[in-house]
């Protein structure tokens, strides 16, 4: 990435920041949106969540206006049963107290300004320096000093609370972890065994050109449609041998990648998301009327999940987009650079790069003297799929007959399915065939098995360590407030056909300073069905119709914040997919990502809110349009030197 471009982006990101240090939220929108937040988590230290409470209110502004009703909800939810804890919730300062008479059980600082600079102070450093480790460790303890008080206590919540009691101690933390190691390792033994050589010998049958090898991997993105994770490890890893020989860039192959994981697991109805996404609304839904004023009802969740695709106007052209630079043979900006290197040069990583997995996995060979066999790279692969979504049913289905439920739907085997377990037992399955087939084929012995294995592994120590401290960072975010934060900033009224925009804008802003789309969700999407109902239903909009479009946009700006941002931990798999540098991967999509984004808002909820939702296939139309032009009046074709296009 040029200086120029570099200094123009830190700059950008930098501006925003002190616009938001500057923009206060008032005292009262802090405590409605984060108070509610703080006594739960206030709970969950003292492991109360299921103890019978009730908790006096003993501030006047936690009874007061919006903040009153806010706290009166999360009070309705609390345990019922006996013996009864009587308990004390008030203000003292920036705190949110919790007291047994006189007694101090817990408190929670509100979030301030203060929470911003560390997620902000990653990303800058991180574009400034185009240093990734570097950025995100200072960021982190930055965070860490703040939320512990000093720099003594602050390394010690980094270490003992952020890395060993979180990163490494989360159960699900540790499953992806060991699903990207187990599988990055199956992927080794398929290239040394033949496997990885055959299968690009196969697939070439179909993709004979660098244009045909991306619509390949774009389709395969599309296929793999039940889980993000699985998808960006998936294509990222056995299209990039193929790609290389076609000169395609890593940073464009990190690009499909990246953009064919959350944008189709979160639009598909099929996916390990949709539980979540709906789970974050659902329970909002009894408080509302459908269009025929009967209320809904919490199992109408999925229907309103469906009501709201054609508005996902981001993850629809971002998979479009995608697609036209493929054909069209269009690529602008840092993209242009990246591509024109790979294709006139033959280098798919720039010079000086830090790919994400060491050379020892990416330029592995097939052993000498071995032949290419396309059933030792596609038979591990096929196992990696077919054990995950046999784990994803069958998790799903002991959750539910756990919990005693003997009427369901697909909807709700993966809102009870274990993840995290599924993708992790089908890089097992992989990586066991990866052994297990070249050694019955006498291809390999079981020393080269173990050595290969072993390089493997240790090749990716570098995205293991940026991964953590992406998830470091989110604790950090977690910890400060930065999300509530945010939202406390923008919860002044304003009318009801901008409330999409804005909550699309706000969505993306949180998951970009947060690197966690599902975070953003979890923060937003339960506020939002009544305020976006109520403000639809006073204004004449229509309260289903706006609450449909609100939820929409809140779940594409999640997604194309996590999209984007360098300590997201989707985007650090796509690179370690794609064995992309990291932060070549996040400057050669920013552009691409924020240019659909600027379609989603101008194209897609501007028009469908002050117009009506009924036109949404013409603003896809013209959306689409707008992209396609713009790609042949300001891309350029990468495979024709600079001369032959002045």
């Known amino acids: 990435m040029s200086t120029r471009l570099r200094i ?8 925003l920041l002190v616009f938001l240090l500057f923009a206060h939220p008032d005292r009262e929108a802090i405590l409605e949106v984060q108070g509610p937040h703080l006594l739960g988590k206030i709970l969950k230290d003292l492991q109360w969540e299921k103890t019978p409470l009730q908790i006096r209110l003993g501030s006047e502004e936690l009874r007061q206006g919006k903040t009153g009703e806010a706290f009166a909800k999360a009070l309705e939810d609390l345990p019922e049963g006996s013996p009864v804890k009587k308990l004390e919730l008030r203000t003292e300062g920036n705190l949110l107290v919790l007291r047994e008479g006189d007694r101090l059980l817990g408190s929670k600082a509100l979030a301030d300004s203060w929470s911003l600079l560390p997620p902000f102070l990653a990303i800058l450093l991180a574009i400034s320096l185009g240093k990734t480790i570097p950025a995100l460790l200072l960021g982190v303890l930055f965070g860490a000093f703040l939320v512990g008080g000093g720099p003594w206590a602050g390394i010690r919540v980094f270490a003992g609370d952020y890395v060993y009691g979180r990163a490494l101690g989360e159960e699900f933390k540790l499953q992806i972890l060991g699903f990207i190691v187990l599988l990055s390792t199956a992927v080794g033994l398929m290239t040394k065994a033949g496997g990885i050589e055959g299968l690009v010998l196969l697939v070439r049958r179909f993709a004979r050109t660098a244009r045909s090898s991306q619509i390949v991997a774009w389709v395969m993105g599309l296929l793999v ?18 790609l290389d020989r076609m000169k395609v860039s890593r940073e464009k192959l990190a690009y499909i990648v990246d953009s064919t994981a959350a944008p189709v697991a979160g639009l598909s109805a099929l996916s ?46 971002t998979l479009f987009f995608v697609v036209a630079t493929v054909l069209f043979k269009r690529e602008f900006g840092p993209m242009l650079r990246a591509e024109r290197r790979a294709r006139l040069s033959g280098l798919v990583l720039r010079k000086g790069a830090r790919p994400m997995i060491s050379t020892a996995l990416t330029e592995a060979k097939m052993k000498e003297g071995a032949q290419p066999h396309w059933e030792l790279g596609l038979f591990p692969v096929l ?27 697909i909807s709700d085997i993966l809102g009870k399915s274990d993840s995290s377990w599924a993708i992790l037992m089908g890089a097992t399955s992989a990586v066991a065939l990866a052994a297990l087939l070249p050694l019955l084929r006498g291809t390999l ?30 604790f950090v975010c977690d910890d400060l407030g930065t999300a509530h934060y945010l939202v406390a900033m923008a919860s002044d009224g304003f009318p009801a056909p901008l409330l999409p925009s804005i909550l699309f804008l706000l969505g993306c802003l949180i998951a970009f300073a947060t690197g966690s789309s599902w975070s953003t969700m979890a923060i937003l999407l339960p506020n939002v069905v009544l305020l976006a109902h109520n403000l639809g239903s006073n204004s004449g909009f229509g309260g289903p119709a706006l609450m449909v479009l609100s939820i929409g946009a809140v779940l594409e700006g999640s997604i194309f914040g996590d999209h984007c941002s360098p300590i997201s931990d989707t985007t650090v798999l796509s690179s370690v997919a794609s064995a992309s540098d990291h932060m070549d991967h996040v400057q050669t999509q920013i552009p691409y990502a924020s240019l659909t984004m600027l379609a989603s808002l101008v194209f897609g ?27 042949f009046f300001v891309g350029k074709n990468p495979e024709l030197p600079v001369e032959a296009e002045s």
Do not use: H
């Open 383 to 409: 196992a990696l799929l077919a054990v995950t979504i046999w784990q994803i049913i069958s998790t799903g289905l002991a959750g539910l007959q756990a919990d005693g439920i003997s009427s369901y739907g």
């Open 272 to 317: 390990t998301w949709v539980a979540y996404e709906i789970s974050q609304f659902s329970s909002r839904l009894p408080e509302v009327t459908a269009p025929n004023g009967q209320p809904y009802t919490q199992e109408m969740g999925f229907s309103v999940f469906l009501q709201t695709l054609p508005f996902r106007f981001y993850c629809i052209f």
């Open 8 to 15: 123009i982006m830190a700059a950008i990101l930098g501006g």
């Open 225 to 242: 449609f039940f889980d993000d994770y699985a998808n960006t490890i998936v294509v990222g890893s056995t299209m990039r041998p193929l």
């Open 605 to 631: 909820y501007l028009p469908v809110a002050f117009l009506s939702p009924k036109l949404w296939p013409l603003c896809l139309l013209v959306g689409a349009a707008f992209l396609t032009f713009f790609l």
């Open 445 to 474: 012995d079981l020393a080269e098995v173990l050595v290969t294995g072993i390089r493997s592994m240790r090749a990716l120590w570098f995205a293991v360590v940026i991964l953590i401290l992406a998830w470091c960072i989110g």
